[in-house]
């Protein structure tokens, strides 16, 4: 992606790690599964902005963040976009309807865009792999479970160089 872009985050904090945890503990490198994230899809994809607009969103997210309350989100075995997208994700199984809520909000005013699909709150795991490393991803995962309550989200940005890099966390409920 060329050019200043921003995206948000949720962080799963410690029960994302229990991922790693548990790819080690079945013996599978790092490199064989190609975890990519460890944050659950946030309430917003990648999207390209100008640097004199980064005020104007900061304030922005800062309010919808204000507006929603922390909620409980559980993670629950995996799913995939193939064949239309090689990828593998752990689901989300509780807090669907929270994440849709906050994404529509946030994904307004300086940020409206459309989407080339629906929002779909996920843990990426896998991506652009070939198929016998992202059937591993999804077999070791499969019966995955964390519980934790999500209090924030984090605004990442990069300036073209494919570098995410942490902007600001939003505390939901928070003014």
């Not at 307004?108 to 490393?133: C, E, I, K, M, Q």
């Amino acid at each position: 992606m060329a050019g200043r872009a921003v995206t948000a985050l949720f962080d799963s904090h410690e029960d994302a790690a229990r991922v790693v945890d548990r790819i080690e503990a079945e013996g599978v490198p790092h490199s064989e599964i190609g975890i990519v994230s460890l944050k659950a899809d946030g309430p917003l994809p990648p999207t390209p902005v100008e640097r004199d607009a980064l005020p104007r969103i900061r304030e922005h997210l800062r309010r919808a963040a204000a507006t929603h309350e922390p909620f409980p989100m559980v993670l629950r075995g995996t799913g995939s976009f193939r064949p239309v997208s090689d990828v593998v994700f752990v689901q989300v199984a509780e807090g669907i309807a929270e994440c849709e809520l906050l994404e529509r909000e946030v994904r307004s005013g300086p940020l409206r865009r459309d989407l080339a699909f629906y929002y779909h709150p996920h843990v990426t795991v896998a991506h652009d792999l070939p198929h016998p490393n992202l059937d591993r991803a999804s077999t070791t995962l499969a019966d995955y479970e964390a519980r934790f309550t999500v209090t924030s989200f984090t605004a990442y940005l990069h300036d073209g160089d494919g570098v995410w890099r942490v902007d600001h966390e939003f505390g939901l409920g928070t003014s």
